[in-house]
């Protein structure tokens, strides 16, 4: 089953142990908490879960939902 | 165009030609990089670098290049890594891939070059691969025909009889293995290049090692893992006969550009000062988590510990995560703070913590060095429980990574942290989660870190490689701060708590974590404690009364020209203690002793023991409102004293005054009394932290069991004499009196106040033949610096107790008195004296312990929640067994309080929670590291500052008051009260003195208008601002040179602002250690020997003058700036200007060798006595040396020289000299280079001005860490700068770099004249020195003589005679 935005935004937010409303779509996810080690465990989660195939360079890079969404397959 | 860099690239094999030089790059195979066309190979031309591309270097790699610059030859920051590849691999294709790789990666292709702008990174396009393969071919491996042509078959040769299959695979991995730490082990040359290295090992028919070495200045961890996949990716296409996936990794240049944005950009500011912020929240000085206890330089190597926790552990951790909403390497950090907090016995810690430093960022492509180290800092309150400690890692990491960039560098510069004692952080966790699930052409890998780079005190690494093996741990440590089993110790503990941590619930408070493990607990509570003894049952006095009837005509005790036998002193005590009798004296009561020492004291005392009753002393000396308190609480049914008055008599005790005391009408025989061991012996008092002294009652059980263990233990004899110096009223003094009159040996008592006098002691050691006695450890430091130790060779048993022995006073007493031995024991009064003991040993590193415990004594190190710490680890010292007191008379809340029940020993037990901190040692002793409380111990005198804080505060007109024990100098403890209120402080010392003993009286009562209180609104002690002691107030002149002197010499070792000649010592805050330096002191000024007697009877410098004026002329200051080395001769002076650490005496052996005509004057540095200020330029210092150099020589013609930094400062001072119209005639420079040479290298650490003062004395630093190792060299060269003060170093330390950063601001001018230059010719690790370089600045000729030596040999021996040679020569030319 393919990703949708919002549940980026409700796995991120579980990880960070937020409230999804308080994650933005546009903004830097670094400055909420995210690092490596959780970028590399929803990619494992997304990668299991939903078919995958980013690299975590490519989340890393630009780690904003937005600017996922492309790469997870959110059509 | 490219540059081959081909000088490492082959292997030239190793002796045993084992290896073949696996070069596999033909010339046509270097990998076209697609910009600059194929590679030119031109042989030889290694450093050409026309084509190269430079680079300036990031921070990070700045941050590299510095410590490597510190220490060109260490290979510290080599770091490598090992694949162990298991299936085929084509050799070939491999080396195929890397070349790829390496054309891919420009970090590996880089060389750093110095340059007058600073370091720059020249960019090849091509390098040529330094791989070495190392195959022994298919006879070792069968059924193998694919021989490339790299097999080196002269493997077989080397190990020709193994058949075994398994056997050669092992000897191949053992090989492997030598030759990868052999390859670490050397240092790299960051100008040359390469730096990295591969190499491949076959170690098995399809097991293959590849060995990567890369300089940590281009590579980090995460860099290693994009290389490695990288590898993996590019041959598995090659394998498979594919084109590889296209490059993906970005340029060094993006590196070095978004670092250069960074460093200019506002969020740089931003993060300054959220650092800078975060530094003041930790009081301006976060103090580093050190579980070595100390800090160290680092080192060139480390050590390592490996562990693969037990499978599962991650997933449990990963539990743990879950439940805490983190990550399991936020738990791991979370388990590394409790860790750390219980080793260090801290609640708050500071960890480092290893950082990428890529995310949000195109670095993420980029393999290079760019992580970076900083510091989280946690609070460990015991209360809370680990899930509440995981979150607080959460939310203090989240707030860090927000500010990621700013270097660790900055930090601690910007916080002038530099110097091996002044780091950041303690242990470093290094989580690397970094993906290495990867497969060469369906061989699958497993990496293994070989080198993690430099280890300033602890990593922690932790690996998850995603290869399904579960965690890896490396524990790495500094080798300078841990030996293999306290690496082993600290990773098998930490194993251990991530257990318990894992199994824990969420709800378990910190405290209830221990990281003993259970065979360690065993061990410090059990095996260290094994003390059971079976003793009679005897009491304090029994044996004294044997003894007596055994050897009635030996001599008891010796006092001035009176002597006692055993019998006679057995009878006067006899009839006494009957008189004692009639007036209630008996098992249970009290009786009160107050009289001098004397032949009457020890015959009352023992008359009070045999009476049955307790005795209790009072010092004669005591205020007689402390005396009238006593009196009262312990209602002693008498009291003795040697004369009427002698005690108040408001308490209304009944006395027995000696003075005309008839008691030759009682009995001569011993006194029958129903008395047993439970019954008290004695009744000591000790300060008390509400302001009274409490009474601390020891039963005839514990005292007697102290004895015994000594006698068995020493072995006291009849031929014994042990010195009886300690005042009654200090427990110390009970095995004094008693001891040897059980044993038959000979008391030999000293006057009273005889105790602080060492000449006296001395004198009286030495006379009476006194073999046995006891020093408190500052007293005995004062005994063997000043008194004529070395006269007591009649002393064959020394006991140091009362407070810390230094480790010093151990190897000066191993000198001075090589004939006796020196014992450390310890123990409160409320254990009957002593609990533990340790023979020193002279010369033995590290701190003297206390020791390990006594007969039927057992020892605590415990934690807050009163779990055993395990060996090395600091706790509060817990005592139980025999010797504990029954309590404090009349305060049953204070001994429940002090006396808990022992959790550990025989049900019903006790044990005494002692205030002291302490460690056990591997071996069973325990060392005291300070006390957890606010009690002291001066001079080993036991003070609570709540007393005198107390005293203080019932004065009139103080309002608030504290008091402090004060190390403002090291070794140099004052005593300082605080007060605020409208009270004159001078006056406020003086009321005290009636009201407190002189030891617990304040050096300096300093008011304040307010107390410095931190944000939780509790004092801030450390902010009480030192006193400083002023005389002089009104104060006349000086009359004549010899009171300025002094005056100036008071001032001086006082620290005082202002001395006047009629000042008292002691009044300005003098100290009996501070007179020992003051002697010292007078004696280098005025050659005269000075006692610390003439210091107590003429305590002003004007009395002090009278008594020196017959002797000889002043000698002139040694640390002054002009130091006159030959004052006499006709002909024009030289001046020789100090060196880097600012003393001029190394040109003493000089001035002898230039002839008795010739003048030399040494000029050094400011600072080096006084609180002057430090110059700001080196222009400013020169000029200030000129108007000192005018002084001595108002024109020229001058002569000047100058080593290292003085040959900076004679430059620049002939340049001032000539501007002004003089003539200089030489100038001389011993291998002294110009400012600009200087300017972009790394300005020296702390550790630099140690170097500094062993160069001045013509050495080089080896393994010195501390000032006292230097001292410690020094004093073994029989260096005069041994005898430099902890003052004089401590100013060296800052005048050293302060020469260093003026060195590099310096501009020269232009001096008109030749220079004659001595170069000091061994290769130096600075090879870009060049004396060539002060051309610019030198109008004639550079006359240069080579030595053959290194910079601080220059001045020594056979140079120093070259040296004065051509100096002669050169200056009877300029006579002539």
């Known amino acids: ?75 | 165009m490219s540059v081959l860099l081909t000088e490492n690239t082959g292997d030239a094999g190793d002796a045993g030609g084992t290896e073949s030089s696996g070069d596999l790059g033909a010339a046509g195979n270097t990998v076209d990089t697609g910009n600059t066309g194929r590679a030119d190979r031109r042989p030889g031309s290694g450093s050409g670098s026309d084509t190269d591309t430079v680079l300036p270097l990031t921070a990070a790699q700045s941050g590299m290049w510095f410590a490597q610059a510190l220490d060109p030859l260490s290979p510290a920051q080599n770091t490598a890594e090992c694949l162990r590849i298991e299936g085929p691999l084509d050799p070939d294709l491999f080396a195929t891939a890397l070349r790829r790789v390496t054309a891919e990666t420009d970090a590996l292709r880089v060389r750093v070059v110095d340059t007058p702008g600073g370091p720059r990174q020249h960019l090849a396009a091509t390098v040529e691969l330094p791989l070495t393969v190392h195959d022994p071919g298919d006879a070792d491996y069968t059924d193998h025909t694919d021989v490339t042509d790299v097999t080196d078959d002269t493997d077989d040769t080397d190990d020709p009889d193994h058949t075994d299959n398994t056997d050669g695979a092992d000897g191949a991995e053992a090989r492997a293995d030598a030759w990868m730490r052999a390859d670490l082990a050397e240092p790299c040359d960051l100008a040359k290049g390469p730096l990295f290295r591969h190499a491949l090992f076959r170690v098995g028919q399809d097991r293959w090692l590849w060995y990567q070495r890369i300089h940590h200045l281009v590579m980090d961890g995460y860099g290693y893992s994009l290389l490695v996949r990288r590898t993996a990716e590019i041959y598995t296409a090659l394998v498979r006969g594919e084109e590889p996936p296209p490059r993906t990794f970005g340029s060094l240049a993006d590196l070095v550009a978004q670092d250069d944005a960074y460093r200019s950009s506002a969020a740089f500011e931003a993060d300054r000062a959220h650092w800078a912020h975060w530094a003041a929240e930790c009081g301006d000085r976060p103090e580093a988590s050190r579980l070595a206890g100390r800090g160290a330089l680092p080192a060139r190597t480390f050590r390592r510990r490996t562990a693969y926790p037990e499978p599962g552990t991650k997933e449990r951790l990963r539990a743990v995560a879950d439940r805490t909403r983190s990550t399991w390497p936020d738990v791991l950090i979370a388990a590394q703070a409790l860790y750390t907090a219980r080793a260090t016995d801290r609640s708050e810690v500071v960890l480092g913590l290893p950082l990428m430093g890529r995310m949000g960022s195109a670095a993420l492509r980029v393999p290079g060095m760019v992580m970076n180290v900083l510091p989280l800092r946690l609070d460990l309150s015991p209360a809370a429980t680990f899930d509440e400690l995981v979150r607080q890692v959460v939310l203090r990491v989240r707030e860090l990574r927000r500010h990621q960039r700013y270097r660790y560098e900055d930090i601690r510069r910007d916080l002038g942290l530099l110097g091996e004692s002044r780091g950041l952080v303690g242990p470093l966790v290094n989580v690397m989660p970094f993906d290495y699930g990867v497969d060469f052409a369906g061989a699958p890998a497993r990496a293994r870190n070989l080198s993690a780079g430099p280890v300033e005190d602890l990593t922690v690494n932790v690996y998850d490689r995603a290869d399904g093996r579960g965690l890896h741990v490396d524990h790495d440590g500094n080798p300078a701060l841990y030996d293999d089993a306290e690496l082993a110790a600290h990773q098998e503990r930490f194993l251990h708590l991530l257990h318990r941590i894992a199994g824990s619930g969420a709800d378990a408070p910190l405290s209830s974590y221990t990281i003993a493990t259970p065979a360690e607990h065993e061990l410090v509570v059990d095996e260290f404690n094994r003390t059971g003894r079976a003793l009679p049952p005897t009491t304090l006095v029994g044996p004294i009364e044997s003894r007596a009837a055994l050897t009635p005509e030996a001599t008891a005790l010796v006092y001035g020209d009176t002597s006692l036998t055993y019998a006679g002193l057995n009878e006067r005590a006899n009839r006494l203690a009957r008189h004692l009798r009639t007036l209630g004296a008996g098992p249970g009561a009290v009786v009160a002793v107050s009289v001098p020492r004397s032949v009457e004291l020890v015959v009352s005392l023992l008359a009070v023991v045999k009476a049955g009753a307790a005795y209790l002393p009072l010092d004669p000396d005591y205020p007689a409102g402390r005396l009238t308190y006593m009196l009262q609480d312990a209602a002693p049914v008498c009291a003795v004293v040697d004369r009427a008055g002698r005690l108040p008599a408001d308490a209304g005790t009944p006395l027995v005054v000696l003075d005309g005391l008839d008691v030759s009408g009682y009995p001569r025989i011993d006194p029958a009394r129903p008395l047993t061991r439970d019954h008290p012996a004695y009744l000591i008092y000790t300060s008390g932290s509400t302001g009274r002294p409490k009474g601390v009652v020891v039963p005839h059980a514990a005292i007697d069991n102290r004895l015994r263990w000594m006698q068995d233990t020493y072995r006291l004899t009849a031929g014994d004499r042990v010195l009886q110096k300690t005042p009654s009223s200090f427990d110390v003094s009970v095995w004094e009196f008693f001891w040897p009159l059980r044993v038959g040996a000979t008391l030999v008592v000293a006057e009273p106040g005889g105790h602080k006098d060492p000449g006296y002691l001395a004198r009286l050691i030495h006379e009476q033949a006194v073999t046995v006695c006891h020093f408190v450890p500052s007293m005995l430091q004062v005994f063997l610096s000043e008194a004529d130790a070395g006269s007591c060779g009649s002393l064959r048993l020394v006991f140091a107790s009362g407070e810390a022995l230094p480790r010093e006073t151990v190897n000066a007493f191993g000198s001075a008195l090589p004939g006796a031995r020196l014992h450390n024991l310890y123990g409160p009064t409320e254990a009957a004296v002593d609990v533990t003991y340790h023979a020193c040993v002279p010369g033995a590193p590290g701190p003297v312990p206390i020791g390990g415990p006594v007969w039927n004594t057992r020892l605590y190190v415990l934690d807050a929640a009163l779990q055993p710490c395990p060996p090395g680890v600091a706790g509060e010292l817990y005592l139980a067994g025999r010797q504990l007191a029954d309590g404090y008379l009349n305060r049953p809340e204070l001994t429940a309080c002090r006396f808990v029940a022992d959790p550990f020993g025989p049900p019903g037990g006790r044990m005494y929670r002692t205030g002291d901190l302490a460690r056990w040692t591997g071996r069973g002793e325990v060392e005291y590291l300070g006390r957890t409380d606010h009690q002291v111990k001066l001079r080993g005198q036991r003070i609570e500052l709540g007393e005198i804080e107390t005293a203080l505060a019932a004065l009139d007109g103080v309002d608030g008051a504290c008091a402090v024990v004060r190390e403002d100098r090291p070794g140099e403890q004052r005593l300082v009260g605080y007060v605020t209120g409208r009270a004159d402080p001078a006056a406020l010392r003086a009321a005290l003195a009636p009201v407190l003993p002189e030891h617990m009286v304040p050096s300096a009562v300093v008011a304040l208008d307010a107390f410095p209180l931190g944000p939780s609104g509790k004092l801030e002690r450390r902010e009480l601002p030192a006193p400083v002691f002023t005389g002089g107030g009104g104060a006349r002149r000086p009359s004549g040179p010899r009171e300025e002197a002094l005056t100036r010499l008071f001032a001086q070792v006082l620290e005082a602002e202002r001395v006047g000649p009629d000042d008292a010592f002691f009044d300005l805050g003098g100290t009996s250690l501070l007179a020992v330096r003051l002697v010292a002191r007078v004696r280098e000024e005025f050659g005269t020997e000075l006692t610390i007697g003439s210091l107590f009877e003429a305590p002003t410098p004007a009395a002090l003058a009278a008594r020196l004026d017959s002797t000889g002329p002043a000698a002139s200051d040694a640390l002054g700036v002009v130091l006159p080395l030959r004052a006499g001769g006709e002909r024009p002076a030289l001046f020789a200007i100090h060196p880097a650490g600012g003393i001029a005496w190394c040109y003493a052996g000089l001035a002898a060798r230039l002839g008795r005509d010739q003048p030399v004057y040494g000029v050094q540095a400011r600072g080096l006595t006084g609180d002057e200020a430090l110059p700001r330029t080196l222009h400013e210092e020169a000029a200030d040396y000129v108007r000192q150099i005018r002084a001595v020589r108002p024109h020229g013609p001058y002569r000047l020289l100058g080593w290292s930094v003085g040959g900076v400062l004679a430059h620049t001072v002939a340049v001032l000299l000539q501007e002004a119209g003089e003539k200089v005639e030489l100038l001389a420079l011993l291998d002294a280079f110009p400012a600009e040479q200087w300017r972009e290298r790394p300005a020296p650490e702390e550790g630099d001005a140690l170097t500094a003062v062993l160069r001045m004395a013509g050495f080089d630093r080896t393994d010195e860490n501390t000032p006292d190792d230097v001292v410690a060299t020094l004093r073994r060269a029989g260096s005069p700068l041994a005898g430099l003060g902890d003052r004089t170093l401590a100013r060296i330390v800052d005048i050293v770099p302060n020469h260093a950063r003026m060195m590099r601001e310096h501009r020269h001018r232009r001096y008109e004249g030749d220079l004659l230059f001595f170069t000091a010719a061994a290769p130096r690790a600075e090879d870009w020195l060049d004396r060539e370089s002060w051309r610019p600045h030198v109008s004639g000729r550079i006359v240069n003589l080579d030595l053959d030596c290194t910079h601080p040999q220059l001045l020594r021996g056979p140079h120093l005679d070259d040296i004065a040679a051509v100096l002669t020569a050169r200056t009877r030319e300029l006579d002539a």
Do not use: K, Y
Not at chain 1, 12 to 31: K, Q, R, W, Y
Not at chain 1, 54 to 68: H, M, V
């Open chain 1, 1 to 75: 089953m393919a990703l949708t935005r919002e549940q980026i935004r409700s796995d991120v937010a579980d990880s960070l142990g937020e409230n999804p409303s308080d994650i933005p779509f546009d903004e830097n996810l670094l400055d909420h908490g995210l690092d490596s080690v959780r970028i590399m465990a929803l990619l494992e989660r997304w990668r299991r879960d939903h078919g995958v195939e980013a690299a975590f360079a490519d989340l890393a890079e630009q780690p904003a939902i937005d600017a996922w969404a492309p790469l997870l397959g959110v059509s």
